[in-house]
């Protein structure tokens, strides 16, 4: 029956896996153990592996400086392996014996927002959401430009690729913490995905202005500016956590709502400063963005004209009708 060694880390993750056939194998630090180890804790020749003549594996130490402990912590110089998956630790390193014959867990389907966000793995895809981002910035930048900084609006270009880097953080603190979590990080899906979200409101930013220069004060008008947004940041931290590898879908879901929440909480930590300056909204956009035809210039001042009529008329009977003495 042929063993297998399996090399894991301090948080016990699998980081090297070897499979004999042989009733002998040398486990130590020299290269010509069949197992080799990187821990300079551990001795050249440190310990053996052999297979008895019933078919007993055992592990026995080779009189190493700092020993060889089983999963009880206990230091030991000959340990019988009666199951399937026992651990030893030789100086720093553990490892694991598994039999070939031990039944492997059950396949895990791949995830469907894993699947989902395969386009994010896409090099051009990134450099067009980098170039549409840049682009948008850059027209900000022109359009916001008055006064002095009218002629100089260029310079803040330098701007954009400060921007685009510190909105990686985000990204690049997922990748870490699934690195440390022994995932893949995804680095660059991550990135993608925390671009996509920006162009996304993006968009969003420019089609709550067309809605508000049309229905500014609709109901459905206020229920989008508040769905939509929240749409967005829950699937963004859903994903994210998502392309991590994050087992706890509990947990998971806490941390997209904790940090999703922060866009309702925004609001009310704003009113909670005094705003000295005079607050409005104005949504100025070409006549041509309205749904509705405008209303031509004799059209409406002929209807104010009648308003104002209607109101004289209203206010001259109120007074006849103060007037008047009583019978």
Same mark, same amino acid.
């Given at each position: 029956m042929a063993i297998l060694v399996e090399l894991l880390n301090a948080h016990g993750k699998v980081i090297g896996l070897h499979k004999f056939t042989q009733s002998q194998i040398r486990i130590g630090r020299a290269y010509d153990n069949d197992v080799i180890l990187l821990d300079p804790h551990?001795?050249?020749e440190h310990a053996l592996l052999t297979l008895d003549d019933e078919g007993q594996w055992q592990l026995s130490d080779l009189d190493s400086v700092n020993g060889t402990r089983n999963s009880q912590g206990q230091r030991v110089n000959t340990q019988a392996i009666s199951q399937s998956g026992q651990e030893f630790t030789l100086g720093k390193q553990r =490892?694991?014996?598994?039999?070939? @014959?031990?039944?492997?867990?059950?396949?895990? &389907?791949?995830?469907?927002?894993?699947?989902?966000?395969? !386009?994010?793995?896409?090099v051009p895809y990134l450099l067009l959401l980098i170039l549409l981002i840049s682009l948008s910035m850059a027209f @900000?930048? #022109?359009?916001?430009?008055?006064?002095?900084?009218?002629?100089? #609006?260029?310079?803040? !270009? %330098? %701007?954009? &690729?400060?921007?685009? *880097?510190?909105?990686?953080? #985000?990204?690049?603190?997922?990748? %870490? /913490?699934?690195?440390? $979590?022994?995932?893949?990080?995804?680095?660059?899906?991550q990135v993608a995905l925390t671009y996509s979200l920006i162009l996304l409101w993006v968009l969003w930013d420019m089609l709550s202005s067309w809605l508000n220069f049309n229905v500014n004060n609709s109901?459905?008008? =206020?229920?989008?500016?508040?769905?939509?947004?929240?749409?967005?940041? *829950?699937?963004?931290? /859903?994903?994210?956590?998502? *392309?991590? $590898?994050?087992k706890k879908r509990w947990l998971q879901g806490l941390l997209t709502l904790s940090l999703s929440s922060l866009f /309702?909480?925004?609001?009310y930590l704003q009113s909670a400063t005094?705003?000295?300056?005079?607050?409005?909204?104005?949504? %100025?956009?070409?006549?041509?963005w309205l749904w509705r035809s405008p209303t031509e210039m004799e059209q409406f001042l002929q209807d104010s004209g009648n308003i104002f009529a209607k109101a004289q008329q209203q206010t001259e009977?109120?007074?006849?009708?103060?007037?008047?003495? @009583?019978?």
């Open positions: 551990s001795c050249a =490892l694991r014996v598994i039999f070939s @014959d031990q039944p492997v867990a059950a396949t895990q &389907p791949l995830s469907k927002s894993v699947e989902a966000l395969r !386009l994010l793995s896409s @900000d930048f #022109w359009l916001g430009a008055i006064g002095e900084q009218a002629n100089n #609006w260029h310079r803040q !270009l %330098l %701007l954009i &690729p400060i921007i685009l *880097l510190a909105c990686a953080i #985000w990204p690049a603190f997922l990748a %870490l /913490w699934a690195r440390f $979590s022994a995932h893949e990080p995804r680095l660059r899906q109901g459905i008008n =206020l229920v989008l500016h508040q769905l939509v947004p929240a749409i967005l940041l *829950l699937s963004f931290f /859903w994903l994210g956590f998502s *392309l991590m $590898s994050m /309702w909480l925004m609001p005094p705003q000295m300056a005079p607050q409005y909204q104005s949504q %100025l956009l070409p006549a041509g009977a109120a007074a006849a009708n103060e007037t008047e003495p @009583d019978n």
